[in-house]
């Protein structure tokens, strides 16, 4: 099992760029495969980025592509959500989550997840 924290969060303008990160407790962090997703309000949850065990991304969710990019570096048991060029419609409840197996876009395939970042950009 493992439990995720994300952080990073916070209220920005458009144009500015914010780093997320979520760190995760528990061991074989590297046998995990990682993903963010992220949730406005009314809205339902939405896959953003994708990162197999081995570092391999998945195509990005397409109002994202060139300007977020995931990363994970597994010896510090973190994975990572660079975040450039912020719109207003990026505002979001920013989660994370881990899954055993392949890298999927598919919300209800991941077992665990972290407790959210706010993300409010401001135009």
């Known amino acids: 099992q493992v439990q995720l924290v994300e952080s990073g969060g916070g209220l920005v303008q458009a144009g500015d760029s914010l780093r997320l990160s979520c760190t995760a407790s528990?061991?074989?962090?590297?046998?995990?495969?990682m993903a963010w997703f992220r949730q406005a309000p009314g809205k339902e949850r939405e896959f953003v980025a994708g990162?197999?065990?081995?570092?391999?991304?998945?195509p990005y969710a397409g109002s994202v592509k060139g300007r977020f990019a995931i990363s994970r570096i597994n010896t510090e048991n973190s994975v990572y959500l660079q975040m450039n060029s912020l719109k207003p419609e990026d505002t979001a409840v920013y989660y994370c989550a881990a899954k055993y197996g392949g890298v999927a876009v598919q919300r209800a395939s991941y077992a665990y997840w972290g407790q959210g970042t706010q993300v409010a950009v401001s135009s």
């Open positions: 990162i197999s065990t081995g570092g391999v991304t998945l």
């Open positions: 528990g061991r074989y962090f590297g046998t995990y495969a």
